[in-house]
């Protein structure tokens, strides 16, 4: 394999190898975190392999991004609480947990880390 990926596009069908896998080595599974998405629209996402017999494309993906995000909200149930800090903690531990909204990062670094925690403690706390 000589490549492999995510082909991103607000069309349908996207062909245009766009984004790269945080693990692009090796065989098997892999992901990538998606950043400066327009908030309130659809994106279709196909996962690509590329060799030198060409290119395979797995099956379509869609999802919609929030018309806003909550900044802290990590679970985007629309207000910041300790169940965001769990979830971000979980994140940071490598738990991998479901349900993560990447729009809750505070510091624009594409990931929820520990200055997400902080910020949502200290929210909670009434201290922001």
Do not use: H
């Not at 991103?8 to 998606?34: M, Y």
């Not at 099956?59 to 806003?68: A, P, Q």
């Not at 169940?83 to 991998?96: E, H, K, P, S, T």
Request: aromatic share 8%; glycine share 10%.
């Amino acid at each position: 394999m000589f490549d492999r990926g995510f082909c991103v596009s607000t069309s349908p069908t996207p062909t245009a190898p766009s984004v790269r896998p945080l693990n692009i080595t090796g065989t098997g599974s892999f992901d990538s975190v998606l950043t400066g998405l327009n908030p309130n629209t659809t994106y279709y996402v196909r996962a690509y392999a590329m060799n030198y017999q060409g290119i395979a494309y797995g099956n379509e993906v869609t999802f919609k991004t929030s018309s806003s995000a909550t900044i802290g909200d990590v679970n985007g149930d629309g207000k910041v609480d300790l169940a965001d800090a769990i979830l971000a903690l979980q994140v940071i531990a490598g738990l991998n947990p479901a349900g993560v909204k990447v729009s809750a990062d505070v510091n624009n670094d594409g990931k929820i880390g520990l200055e997400e925690v902080i910020f949502i403690l200290q929210k909670v706390a009434g201290l922001r």
